[in-house]
């Protein structure tokens, strides 16, 4: 009888990813009459430390490096300092600073300028549990200051929803299944519609599917995989003699990303003490 159980035990904890799962894919069903196009794939590898307050509150360092597969090597180094503050079980808010070096070519390649761009960010964070299921909303302003020049500042808002469960697996280790959908658009203020290029409502998407693997209190390593798409308006292109080869209108450039988080966790105190803690993303 215990093992007719398992199907069913299998059911409950997989339907919710697989709900979101479909939204995930109606919602690229309905992108396909749009102009579509696939970059290669990037690989994004992250070392964070994780600094445990008492509570739930936590400091974070994170060093990242995206890497291209198509032997661009390492495009760019992105830290971030951030801090979350816990006020109850539901509901928490802090603030990050992202701070991403990059060279960039000058003057047709002669010359290699090295840049900054930083984006202190403000959010917002709201957790439910539903059964043995975690389900968030993460809410961000970002104001990005671009150290190229020839680029504004400007401030864009995100929204995060992510669902995931705890599984324990033997006696220490702890498997985290979770997915994860966001959607970023540039905060547009007295834009001028007839002068400035026309824009979508969301810039930004970004899909991810994971696995965290807990193996102790104090690490845990989750690879990812997850598709980037920047939603445009492109311009058509025309031949020598001036006729469209290539039609304007909506563009979704789609970049799929492979990662790996892996995170130390460090107590206050030295002595660690129960706290719920965030996915790698946090």
């Given amino acids: 009888m215990a093992r007719r159980l398992y199907p069913l035990r299998f059911m409950k ?9 479909a939204a995930l894919l109606l919602t690229a069903t309905a992108t396909t009459a749009q102009r579509r196009t696939v970059n290669s794939m990037r690989m994004l590898p992250q070392l964070q430390a994780e600094y445990a307050l008492h509570g739930d509150d936590y400091l974070l360092l994170n060093l990242r490096g995206p890497i291209g597969t198509a032997g661009a090597g390492l495009e760019q180094l992105g830290l971030l300092l951030g801090y979350e503050r816990f006020w109850n079980t539901q509901w928490s808010g802090g603030a990050t600073l992202g701070i991403d070096t990059y060279r960039v070519n000058l003057d047709g390649g002669d010359l290699n300028g090295l840049y900054a761009d930083l984006t202190p960010e403000l959010f917002a964070r709201h957790w439910n549990t539903f059964g043995g299921f975690n389900f968030r909303q993460r809410l961000g302003v970002t104001y990005v200051v671009p150290g190229a020049r020839g680029t504004d500042n400007r401030a864009l808002s995100s929204l995060r929803l992510d669902l995931d469960r705890l599984v324990p697996v033997g006696e220490k280790v702890v498997l985290r299944p ?9 905060l547009r203020f007295q834009r001028d519609e007839a002068t400035q290029a026309k824009e979508r409502v969301i810039d930004f998407g970004y899909a991810r599917a994971e696995v965290g693997v807990r193996l102790s209190n104090r690490f845990d390593f989750t690879p990812w995989f997850g598709y980037q798409t920047t939603y445009l308006f492109a311009l058509p292109q025309t031949d020598y003699l001036g006729q469209i080869t290539i039609p304007g209108g909506r563009l979704n450039l789609v970049t799929p990303v492979v990662g790996l988080d892996a995170r130390f966790t460090l107590f206050r105190g030295g002595s660690m003490f129960e706290r719920r803690q965030l996915p790698a993303q946090h």
């Fill in 13 to 21: 904890i997989a339907t919710p990813f697989v709900s979101l799962l």
């Fill in 178 to 186: 979770r997915l994860a959908y966001e959607g970023t658009a540039w």
